[in-house]
């Protein structure tokens, strides 16, 4: 089989991935270490969270893996060629948004788009106002085009920024904290442009410490704490070996809550008629025929599905809004 030429990309990624990185390593003058050991697979087609708290290494591995830093050790392969060696042949087929968008305050938005466009040597002039009006369009920005990019709020420079992105189409899409300074309506509808976007085949590599994102619109997520990987795999696989928490609904909240510290459940919390604990390491069924043997007015009894953020304290002993 043929390697891949000097200017195209694998056409499958590295296999079936489009990033992998091996023991990925940077570490900084005076000795921080940013990214530990980092071994990292993205698979094609898929909307990837990269997920950790601010300060956990996430923004440096996407400089790296964009070429724009180089690691102190290991490998970082994207779209099957090595990075940074490979970038030009890379980044035609990449589109990004790392750390908000660099912008000429006194152009419009508009404007903006153009110079960027007019940088890619792939682009074609002929139909670079088109493009540039359909990506301000598909960002919610086509009324504030004309307006000039110094005026517009942090939420818009960050619209902007995705617009940008997406002038081309990118095989792969990389996305730092994109939703930073949305409201919530602007967050849902870049949730609803990403889904779009991988509908129509683009993989989208999507970085955030916001768990509630991840869980809304990935298929695939790494968890990344103090420069190290913590975990990675389809979302749904992550908060599965994750035991939620236990509720009970009851007017007897005091004597369920005693009932349960006897049985071995820990961190009881009573809030009106309702007691979650974390359930001890036995069957559920044993634990409802006590609380009814006490004479517990049981009403509701079950275990919350899991979340994200349960995996994360699971994994690393510690809450997700923390510095890394």
């Excluded at 087929?93 to 007019?118: C, K, M, Q, T, W």
């Excluded at 994200?308 to 002993?317: H, I, Q, R, S, Y």
Aim: hydrophobic content about 40%; aromatic content about 4%.
């Amino acid at each position: 089989m043929d390697e891949p030429s000097a200017t195209e990309p694998d056409p499958q990624g590295a296999g079936d991935s489009v990033i992998a990185t091996r023991a990925l390593t940077k570490r900084y003058r005076g000795g921080q270490l940013a990214v530990d050991g980092l071994d990292l697979t993205v698979p094609a087609g898929s909307v990837f969270g990269f997920l950790g708290p601010n300060g956990s290494g996430k923004t440096t591995t996407i400089r790296m893996l964009m070429g724009l830093i180089g690691p102190t050790s290991g490998t970082a392969h994207v779209l099957g060629r090595p990075m940074p060696r490979a970038a030009r042949a890379v980044l035609p087929h990449v589109g990004a948004l790392i750390e908000g968008p660099a912008l000429y305050g006194f152009l419009s938005g508009r404007d903006n788009l153009i110079r960027y466009d007019a940088a890619d040597p792939t682009s074609d002039p002929r139909t670079r106002r088109t493009r540039v009006a359909t990506a301000l369009d598909r960002v919610g920005l086509a009324a504030a085009g004309g307006k000039k990019a110094k005026a517009y709020s942090l939420g818009m420079k960050q619209r902007l920024g995705l617009a940008a992105a997406l002038l081309q189409p990118r095989r792969l899409l990389v996305l730092d904290e994109p939703t930073n300074g949305l409201d919530p309506q602007g967050m849902r509808e870049i949730r609803a442009l990403v889904r779009e976007l991988a509908s129509d085949g683009t993989t989208v590599f999507l970085s955030s410490h916001l768990l509630d994102e991840i869980e809304q619109v990935c298929t695939h997520a790494a968890v990344m704490a103090q420069g190290r990987l913590i975990t990675q795999g389809p979302v749904a696989d992550l908060a599965a070996g994750t035991r939620g928490r236990l509720a009970v609904t009851t007017p007897d909240t005091g004597e369920a809550a005693r009932v349960l510290k006897e049985q071995g459940a820990t961190d009881v919390v009573v809030t009106d008629d309702l007691v979650t604990a974390e359930p001890p390491d036995r069957d559920l069924a044993e634990l409802n025929a006590a609380l009814v043997t006490a004479g517990v007015r049981v009403r509701g009894f079950g275990v919350e599905r899991p979340s994200l953020e349960d995996a994360f304290v699971a994994l690393t002993g510690e809450g997700f809004d923390v510095a890394g």
